[in-house]
């Protein structure tokens, strides 16, 4: 037999018929599935970027209630120490300029990391679990995911902006005759460069394979940022303008008050996310620019136990913790004594926030903001625990004779051990760069075993985090961030709002001795040691009686 076809065919084929319409299909339904799986995220990134600084406003407009106060303020910004970790304000004599020194850059580079975590969540996160496959199963644009994903998380730095925007407008940050124009500028630098992250994490996630090298490749682009910045202040200011943070920085508010910076901002982000659309409409759903690497014919033996392979997968994270505590140590240590004086002269405000007067007070503040930082490494090391479940790759682990309990006892002692290295590294270089500066070679011992004494505070949070994991896997994670935020504010300003004080000793890293300023006392320590130990062995006794549940 013989087949003919009576004339030419006038069918197109899905992908010539296609139109640039159609990769967008679908889009308003995956915004709501956006915002139903991201919903607690984003309000918690809401409330706890503009409460902190909600707080910061009225906490300075009382530290600094005088010119004076300002001026001297004003004076210590611009030592090198400062200027490399905040920059330095145009204006920072006037209360704008001070607020904008202490809370701008800790917010633009939270909510800036924090972006690129949350897309990468939606993006390739998901598209390594298998879930974007299964969405495009249906009718819905290639496109379309993203683009939803992309939206929702614009939409929160621009809320986020809004109302910092709207909280230095209450808080009467302008100066005299200049209306609001600074708090605008300022809201509008905080959206920008999470705007920018928006960016860098779509393109993150298109180049990488898989989640976690997305999130390590975003944060460091980043933190890459950050640091040409830092280098920038300290130099003649060229090396900041290679950085988009250096841009919202250049915007000025309160002092030169520009815009234009913004559209730098805005530009950066637009290229960012067409090369994220571009890369993701020619690439393999499952694949990355960056393939990755075939492992070595022969692995070393302890990859094959839980510690040894953690300890490889977790080593970027390690790294990067480190180097962050040895630069905020030397960075703390280095303004000691200028800080001292300031907040002297800052009169019974500095007090509270200090638990004291004169130089050992703020040492033991700054110790504590060490425990603080430590805190977090060792709940981004747990939750890892939770991360390797849903996704499925505990599984051929435990396909053997390893015990649950063993694979994550193994996994366990990184966060255990390392937590304890960063707290002593942290304190001693703290007190190493302050001893050179006063001629005392003591301090550097003193305070590492002053931070020391955080650990069984940290194991607390460990233990909590465990706990959850074990009777909440599916939402030990956020609920276990939840309680962090909630404690380390609390921790940090709980005096200051006059919160109940036996409220505040039941708190881990309130309940720790404030060394150097008070003696040691070991009663709270051994106690929050058997807290820990037994929120651990609660969530690993449940952890091994139930059912392992991926995402």
Not at 105 to 131: K, Q, S, Y
Not at 267 to 296: K, N, W
Not at 447 to 465: C, D, I, K
């Amino acid at each position: 037999m013989t087949a003919t076809v009576s004339g030419p065919r006038t069918e197109r084929s899905p992908a010539r018929g296609r139109t640039p319409a159609d990769g967008y299909h679908g889009l308003g339904a995956m915004i709501r599935l956006v915002l139903r799986r991201n919903r607690v995220r984003l309000i918690v990134w809401v409330v706890v970027l503009v409460g902190m600084y909600q707080y910061i406003v009225s906490y300075y407009k009382t530290v600094f209630p005088d010119q004076r106060a300002l001026d001297a303020f004003a004076t210590l910004s611009n030592t090198p120490g400062i200027k490399a970790l905040t920059g330095l304000s145009p204006a920072a004599s006037t209360m704008g300029g001070a607020v904008w020194t202490k809370g701008w850059m800790t917010v633009v580079l939270a909510l800036a990391i924090g972006v690129v975590f949350l897309v990468t969540r939606t993006g390739r996160a998901d598209e390594e679990a298998g879930r974007t496959e299964l969405l495009r199963s249906r009718v819905l644009g290639v496109h379309a995911y993203s683009m939803a994903a992309w939206l929702v998380t614009g939409a929160l730095c621009v809320v986020i902006g809004v109302l910092l925007a709207v909280v230095s407008i209450g808080g009467s940050l302008d100066p005299a005759g200049t209306g609001i124009t600074g708090s605008l500028i300022l809201g509008g630098s905080v959206a920008g460069i999470g705007l920018v992250g928006l960016g860098v994490g779509a393109v993150a996630g298109q180049v990488s394979t898989t989640s976690r090298g997305a999130n390590s490749l975003g944060a460091g682009v980043i933190i890459a940022a950050y640091v040409f910045r830092m280098i920038g202040d300290m130099g003649n200011g060229v090396l900041s303008w290679f950085s988009p943070i250096g841009w919202g920085q250049q915007m000025q508010p309160y002092g030169g008050n520009r815009w234009w910076p913004l559209l730098l901002l805005l530009g950066l982000t637009a290229v960012l996310l067409v090369a994220a659309s571009q890369l993701e409409a020619r690439r393999d759903i499952g694949a990355g620019l960056l393939p990755q690497r075939p492992g070595r014919a022969g692995a070393p033996a302890r990859y094959g136990t839980p510690f040894g392979l953690a300890l490889r997968l977790q080593r970027n994270p390690i790294i990067g913790w480190t180097i962050a505590i040895v630069l905020g140590g030397a960075l703390m240590g280095s303004v000691v004594e200028a800080m001292t004086d300031l907040l002297a002269d800052a009169g019974p405000g500095a007090e509270n926030l200090l638990r004291g007067t004169g130089v050992t007070a703020l040492l033991a503040l700054l110790v504590s903001m060490m425990a603080l930082i430590t805190v977090v490494f060792a709940l981004q090391t747990t939750v890892s625990l939770r991360a390797d479940e849903a996704s499925g790759i505990i599984e051929p682990q435990l396909a053997g004779a390893l015990s649950r309990r063993r694979w994550a006892l193994e996994r366990l002692a990184i966060p255990t051990v390392w937590s304890a290295v960063l707290l002593a590294l942290g304190g001693f270089v703290i007190g190493e760069v302050y001893g050179a500066a006063i001629h005392d070679s003591t301090q550097g011992g003193r305070l590492a075993l002053a931070a020391l004494a955080y650990w069984p505070a940290v194991m607390v949070f460990v233990g909590l985090a465990v706990l959850l994991w074990g009777y909440l896997p599916r939402v030990a994670t956020p609920i276990a961030w939840g309680v962090m935020a909630a404690m380390w504010f609390i921790t940090m300003f709980g005096e200051v709002f006059r919160l109940p004080q036996w409220f505040l000793d039941l708190l881990p890293l309130s309940a720790t001795p404030y060394a150097p300023l008070e003696p040691m006392a070991w009663a709270p320590l051994g106690i929050m040691t058997l807290v820990a130990l037994a929120l651990t062995w609660i969530g690993l006794d449940r952890f091994a009686r139930r059912d392992i549940q991926p995402a």
